[in-house]
């Protein structure tokens, strides 16, 4: 019995081995491949001159995809047809096949951005280029600079970087129907730029920030930067582009008849002094009211009585433009009057509480409208209308942490069509002051008034903002505890907003200068600045 014994630590021993022998393990491997791919050879080999090739093979040590090609790829000068690029998924060879008729004596450069990484751990072999001439030498001279956002803090990344040369046949819509002769892109968040492989020459720089990628320039969705002056090469001159985007000339969208009573007009543009006149024959009670829409770029026509006709002509513009425009009529029903709030719940005290209405808002009945604190206490009131955007203005004290219940009874608000509201009640909230900070900034070396001085939010939204005409101390107070910037608009025209650019007009775009870092607001704290302009 004893001999059994001493052999079952044996036995057990025995298949603890066996089983650590049976599992089944992966290798540990070596070290993560942190090399990017390596070029072996070219055909033809990389800046050769005299080329007259239809096919470009370039070989790599080891299995390399292509990644985000498109959005990478910039080929200078651009070609008519793109070539042909593979692989499609995984080589160790890059194939280039040109489609194009080349031009003669010009040097082409075709840069890869990021876009080349290897199979396995996708490292990038960056920006490599690819450049080749027709003729028997490389152009080598090159143009480098900076873009900047005329608006923003910093231009998003990437821009496009252009030269057009000053041939016979460029003018200034050039760069609306053809496409340079040189492109680059900046590289990476620094927007630094440099076009490279230039020739001897006068150009013309501009950079675009393009939703086409077509490196021609289309107002309604590109920004755009430009330099007035020439740039002659040889040149060791760095430059600065600022970008921004135009707004584009007044036109007015075809209209639509939106209910019985509401026309909607869309235009594009600056509707400084922009009118709606109607040029059919109108019954002689016929009165209307035109109304800017709030978010977006549309007037709001609204009229009575109803007009039985198949159609209406009007005329819409200002003074330097008019368009005439007609309204095909429909059998609709009317607008009911709803009222929403456009500013309630907690508000901070330079705000009002406002209420907005679906149809023209012409009387406020303050005897229907009652205002009491958390303490049942009655407080008065007054009220406005601002006709120019539609909203119902209530003006109110309101002291710290209290709750305001405002009831606006049956009858408070009449419409353009004598519908009148229903009951209402809201609710207004106030926080304690020690809840907000305060920013005082004192701005130094201003060299030209007005200027607009602007507190932003991080998501670039004007929180408040203070015109300047003179050298005072700004302050910015009821702040929400949260991250800012500070930006001044020299307001050179002196109409109280930021004015862009215009390539056409050759006009730049007024200049904004932002606080150089981000202010950092606490509740209950009161922070001072100084601003000192260079």
Same mark, same amino acid.
């Given at each position: 019995?004893?001999?059994?014994?001493?052999? @079952?630590? @044996?036995?057990?021993?025995?298949?603890?081995?066996? *089983?650590?022998?049976?599992?089944?393990? /992966?290798?540990?491997?070596?070290?993560?491949?942190?090399?990017?791919?390596?070029?072996?050879?070219?055909?033809?080999?990389?800046?050769?001159?005299?080329?007259?090739?239809?096919?470009?093979?370039?070989?790599?040590?080891?299995?390399?995809?292509?990644?985000?090609?498109?959005?990478?790829?910039?080929?200078?000068?651009?070609?008519?047809?793109?070539?042909?690029?593979?692989?499609?998924?995984?080589?160790?060879?890059?194939?280039?096949?040109?489609?194009?008729?080349?031009?003669?004596?010009?040097?082409?450069?075709?840069?890869?951005?990021?876009?080349?990484?290897?199979?396995?751990?996708?490292?990038?072999?960056?920006?490599?280029?690819?450049?080749?001439?027709?003729?028997?030498?490389?152009?080598?001279?090159?143009?480098?600079?900076?873009? %900047?956002?005329?608006? =923003?803090?910093?231009?998003?990344?990437?821009?496009?970087?252009?030269?057009?040369?000053?041939?016979?046949? #460029?003018?200034?819509?050039?760069?609306?129907?053809?496409?340079?002769?040189?492109?680059?892109?900046?590289?990476?968040?620094?927007?630094?730029?440099?076009?490279?492989?230039?020739?001897?020459?006068?150009?013309? %720089?501009? *950079?675009?920030?393009?939703?086409?990628?077509?490196?021609?320039?289309?107002?309604?969705?590109?920004?755009?930067? #430009? =330099?007035?002056?020439?740039?002659?090469?040889?040149?060791?001159?760095?430059?600065?582009?600022?970008?921004?985007?135009?707004?584009?000339?007044?036109?007015? *969208?075809?209209?639509?008849?939106?209910?019985?009573?509401?026309?909607?007009?869309?235009?594009?543009?600056?509707?400084?002094?922009?009118? +709606?006149?109607?040029?059919?024959?109108?019954?002689?009670?016929?009165?209307?009211?035109? @109304?800017?829409?709030?978010?977006?770029?549309?007037?709001? $026509?609204?009229?009575?009585?109803?007009?039985?006709?198949?159609?209406?002509?009007?005329?819409?513009?200002?003074?330097?433009?008019?368009?005439?425009?007609?309204?095909?009529?429909?059998?609709? $029903?009317?607008?009911?009057?709803?009222?929403?709030?456009?500013?309630?719940?907690?508000?901070?005290? /330079?705000?009002?509480?406002?209420?907005?209405?679906?149809?023209?808002?012409?009387?406020?009945?303050?005897?229907? +409208?009652?205002?009491?604190?958390?303490?049942?206490?009655?407080?008065?009131?007054?009220?406005?209308?601002?006709?120019?955007?539609?909203?119902?203005?209530?003006?109110?004290?309101?002291?710290?942490?209290?709750?305001?219940?405002?009831?606006?009874?049956?009858?408070?608000?009449?419409? #353009?069509?004598?519908?009148?509201?229903?009951?209402?009640?809201?609710?207004?909230?106030?926080?304690?002051?020690?809840?907000?900070?305060?920013?005082?900034?004192?701005?130094?070396?201003?060299?030209?008034?007005?200027?607009?001085?602007?507190?932003?939010?991080?998501?670039?939204?004007?929180?408040?903002?203070?015109? =300047?005409?003179?050298?005072?101390?700004?302050?910015?107070?009821?702040?929400?505890?949260?991250? $800012?910037?500070?930006?001044?608009?020299?307001?050179?025209?002196?109409?109280?907003?930021?004015?862009?650019?215009?390539?056409?007009?050759?006009?730049?775009?007024?200049?904004?200068?932002?606080?150089?870092?981000?202010?950092?607001?606490?509740?209950?704290?009161? =922070?001072?600045?100084?601003?000192?302009?260079?």
């Amino acid at each position: 019995m004893k001999q059994r014994l001493y052999f @079952i630590p @044996i036995v057990l021993f025995a298949i603890l081995i066996m *089983a650590n022998c049976a599992k089944k393990g /992966r290798p540990s491997g070596g070290p993560l491949d942190t090399i990017p791919p390596i070029i072996v050879r070219s055909v033809p080999e990389n800046f050769s001159t005299n080329f007259n090739e239809s096919e470009i093979r370039i070989y790599f040590d080891e299995y390399i995809k292509l990644k985000n090609l498109q959005e990478n790829l910039i080929i200078s000068p651009p070609m008519k047809y793109a070539p042909v690029i593979t692989p499609l998924n995984t080589s160790k060879m890059l194939r280039i096949k040109l489609l194009d008729t080349l031009a003669e004596n010009t040097t082409y450069s075709i840069n890869f951005g990021k876009s080349i990484v290897d199979n396995n751990e996708e490292n990038e072999f960056e920006f490599f280029k690819y450049v080749f001439s027709t003729g028997s030498y490389i152009d080598s001279l090159k143009v480098r600079g900076k873009i %900047l956002d005329a608006e =923003l803090r910093g231009a998003q990344f990437p821009v496009t970087v252009m030269l057009y040369e000053l041939n016979d046949t #460029f003018n200034d819509s050039t760069i609306y129907k053809e496409k340079p002769m040189y492109i680059s892109a900046t590289r990476d968040s620094s927007n630094t730029f440099e076009i490279t492989n230039v020739a001897e020459g006068r150009y013309k %720089l501009l *950079a675009l920030k393009e939703k086409s990628n077509d490196y021609i320039f289309q107002p309604k969705s590109d920004k755009i930067g #430009f =330099l007035e002056e020439i740039v002659e090469l040889p040149t060791d001159t760095s430059y600065t582009l600022k970008i921004f985007k135009e707004v584009p000339e007044l036109s007015i *969208a075809r209209p639509a008849h939106l209910s019985k009573y509401h026309i909607l007009f869309g235009y594009e543009g600056k509707p400084k002094d922009l009118s +709606i006149t109607p040029l059919s024959e109108l019954p002689d009670a016929f009165v209307s009211k035109t @109304i800017k829409d709030i978010k977006t770029d549309t007037l709001h $026509y609204w009229f009575k009585p109803e007009i039985e006709t198949d159609s209406l002509l009007f005329l819409v513009g200002n003074k330097e433009q008019t368009d005439t425009v007609e309204v095909r009529m429909k059998n609709l $029903y009317a607008d009911s009057l709803v009222v929403t709030a456009h500013t309630v719940g907690t508000l901070v005290p /330079r705000d009002t509480m406002k209420l907005k209405t679906s149809t023209p808002l012409v009387a406020i009945d303050d005897s229907m +409208i009652s205002i009491m604190d958390k303490d049942s206490v009655d407080i008065s009131f007054a009220t406005r209308i601002h006709p120019s955007n539609n909203l119902a203005e209530i003006i109110f004290p309101r002291g710290e942490d209290q709750r305001y219940k405002v009831d606006l009874f049956p009858g408070a608000l009449t419409d #353009f069509y004598e519908n009148v509201s229903d009951s209402l009640t809201y609710r207004v909230d106030t926080k304690d002051n020690s809840d907000y900070g305060t920013i005082a900034i004192r701005i130094e070396n201003i060299d030209s008034f007005p200027v607009i001085v602007q507190l932003l939010s991080e998501k670039n939204v004007t929180v408040d903002e203070r015109l =300047l005409t003179a050298n005072s101390v700004v302050n910015f107070d009821y702040i929400k505890p949260g991250n $800012y910037y500070i930006r001044i608009v020299f307001d050179s025209n002196d109409n109280g907003i930021w004015d862009t650019g215009n390539f056409l007009k050759k006009q730049q775009p007024e200049v904004i200068k932002y606080y150089p870092k981000k202010i950092e607001v606490r509740a209950n704290w009161s =922070l001072n600045e100084t601003f000192i302009l260079d």
